[in-house]
């Protein structure tokens, strides 16, 4: 298991390194772990650039798979269904970090109140071919 703070970019970068250690000998394809990296990136950045890098990132592998979760205290997301639906038109961003997660992971799920923000993502373990 990696338990993390994430509060300043340089947490990003580490939690990646944390997670590739992690799941280097997990039956994940060469596509399934960028998948895990671009995701496990989107979510801690956004933790450094909207909620005040306020975030916690606790990431483990189980029979389901791999599985992250990414809790801060920012100030939540206004507008989740735009964003998921990737037509957010962001001010910071490309807009398109959270759609494209929902995208990589087998199953993503985001809790979201004005008290802060709680990412959940699942991906799954298959043979590698
Ligand atoms: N943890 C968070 N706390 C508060 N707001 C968030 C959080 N994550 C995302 N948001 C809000 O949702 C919007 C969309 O996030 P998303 O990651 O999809 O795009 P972005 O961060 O704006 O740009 P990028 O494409 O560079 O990731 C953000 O602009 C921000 O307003
Ligand atoms: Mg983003």
Redesign the pocket.
């Known amino acids: 298991m990696v338990s993390t703070r994430i509060a300043r970019e340089d947490d990003v970068y580490r939690a990646v390194s944390l997670v590739a250690y992690m799941i280097k000998d997990g039956a994940f394809s060469e596509s399934d772990k960028q998948s895990i990296f671009i995701s496990i990136m ?2 801690c ?3 450094v ?3 005040f890098g306020s ?1 916690y990132l606790v990431c483990d592998l189980d029979e389901r798979g791999f599985t992250f979760q ?1 809790t ?1 205290k ?7 269904g735009k ?1 998921l639906a ?1 037509s ?1 038109e ?12 929902k995208r990589l992971m087998d199953d993503l799920r985001i809790y ?1 109140s004005d008290e ?2 709680e ?1 959940f993502g699942i991906k799954r373990e298959r043979r590698r071919r």
Do not use: F, M, Q
């Open positions: 989107e979510v950045r956004n933790v650039d909207h909620a975030g990414c801060d920012g100030p939540g997301i206004h507008d989740l964003v990737g957010y962001s001010s910071r961003g490309l807009g398109v970090g959270l759609a494209s997660v979201t802060g923000t990412v």
